[in-house]
């Protein structure tokens, strides 16, 4: 089955405690996407990536970072997590059809 | 500026009612537009693209370029059509996706 992949599906951490999101997809696309989702707000694209070792910031990308060392993984990192990352965060993959999102992770950062 | 306007937080309807979300984008190009739908607790699916020009669980949207609008309708609304349904803007040869702030759609038995 065609799926985009993240873990975990909740997360509570503390003010500046590195974490990792994880995402990875089994479609072989190319272009991936993080996004946030905030209520008001819609989603706000994090930072996105064209392909393998090819990554650049979207609209909101301040405290945040990526890497795409393979096609399939593309894992949002938070070197030192502040409360207003606290936020529902999807990842993407995107085909010609249109993109595919994971099932959200939802971040708590206290 | 690319934008994608929804100007409905909530869009409250009784069952068999006809429903239409409204959405307004603004972009010089030639846009393609989306719908994504959001159940409860659950991913982002697409319900539309206005490519396709499909019809989908009784939903259609038409792009009218002229008032560059890409409105959501469906004539009766099931009690299973309540979720946040978000309007999204493609712009360009970018992937990158705009959505608008989303409208929640309630419909009551």
């Known amino acids: 089955e065609a799926q985009v992949t993240q873990n975990p599906r909740y997360l509570i951490t503390v003010t500046g405690k590195k974490l990792t999101v994880t995402c990875s997809q089994n479609?072989?696309?190319?272009?991936m996407s993080w996004y946030r989702q905030d209520p008001g707000l819609g989603l706000r694209q994090i930072y996105y990536?064209?392909?393998?070792?090819?990554?650049d910031k979207g609209d909101v990308p301040e405290g945040y970072k990526v890497s795409r060392k393979e096609k399939r993984n593309f894992p949002l990192i938070l070197e030192s997590p502040s409360p207003n990352q606290t936020s529902l965060y999807f990842c993407?993959?995107?085909?010609?059809?249109?993109?595919?999102f994971g099932s959200g992770t939802r971040l708590t950062v206290v | 500026a690319q934008r994608v306007t929804q100007p409905e937080k909530l869009l409250s309807v009784f069952k068999g009612a006809p429903v239409e979300l409204k959405c307004n984008y603004s972009?010089?190009?030639?846009?393609?537009l989306f719908w994504y739908v959001q159940y409860s607790r659950q991913r982002l699916q697409l319900l539309l693209r206005?490519?396709s020009r499909e019809s989908i669980k009784g939903f259609t949207a038409d792009l009218n370029k002229g008032e560059t609008s890409f409105h959501l309708k469906k004539p009766f609304a099931q009690e299973e059509d309540s979720a946040m349904y978000y309007c999204?803007?493609?712009?360009?040869?970018?992937?990158?996706?705009?959505f608008g702030a989303g409208t929640r759609l309630a419909v009551h038995p």
């Open positions: 479609m072989n696309h190319e272009y």
């Open positions: 972009y010089s190009g030639s846009p393609e």
């Open positions: 993407a993959s995107f085909s010609n059809y249109g993109y595919t």
């Open positions: 990536s064209m392909n393998v070792e090819v990554t």
């Open positions: 999204a803007l493609k712009a360009g040869g970018y992937n990158k996706l705009i």
């Open positions: 206005h490519i």
